[in-house]
């Protein structure tokens, strides 16, 4: 099964920057609008950003907007994150996986498993 790989994530200050990548091992995201998501500790995982396979498409969490990028590699074959501003509430597994479409951020759910995520933490 396709594993998707996020990485990127560490400790950062509030109003700090991180830039988280995903990658998929075996396969392109050739095709494929691409989103990230986000599941906090005792919450359910929630949408952040979504891209659409051209890249000229994107969208975001009211929460994110105006802070957060979504990005893709000219190779299709990574996706990526610019967080700035973080806050504490911020703080999440991040994970990426393909959606149905970036207006919907929904996830395509036959992509490829979900993998462990990367843990951002912003202190509060």
């Known amino acids: 099964q396709v594993q998707l790989v996020a990485s990127g994530g560490g400790s950062v200050q509030a109003g700090g920057s991180l830039r988280l990548s995903c990658a998929a091992s075996?396969?392109?995201?050739?095709?494929?609008?691409m989103g990230w998501f986000r599941q906090a500790p005792g919450k359910e995982r929630e949408f952040v950003a979504a891209?659409?396979?051209?890249?000229?498409?994107?969208n975001y969490a009211d929460s994110v907007k105006g802070r957060f990028t979504i990005s893709r590699g000219s190779a299709k074959k990574s996706v990526y994150l610019q967080m700035n501003s973080l806050k504490p509430e911020d703080t999440a597994v991040y994970y990426c996986?393909?959606?149905?479409?970036?207006?919907?951020?929904?996830?395509?759910?036959?992509?490829?498993?979900w993998g462990q995520g990367t843990q951002v933490t912003v202190p509060s």
């Open positions: 891209i659409s396979w051209s890249g000229g498409t994107t």
């Open positions: 996986n393909a959606v149905r479409s970036a207006a919907t951020g929904t996830p395509l759910g036959d992509f490829g498993s």
């Open positions: 075996g396969r392109t995201f050739s095709g494929y609008a």
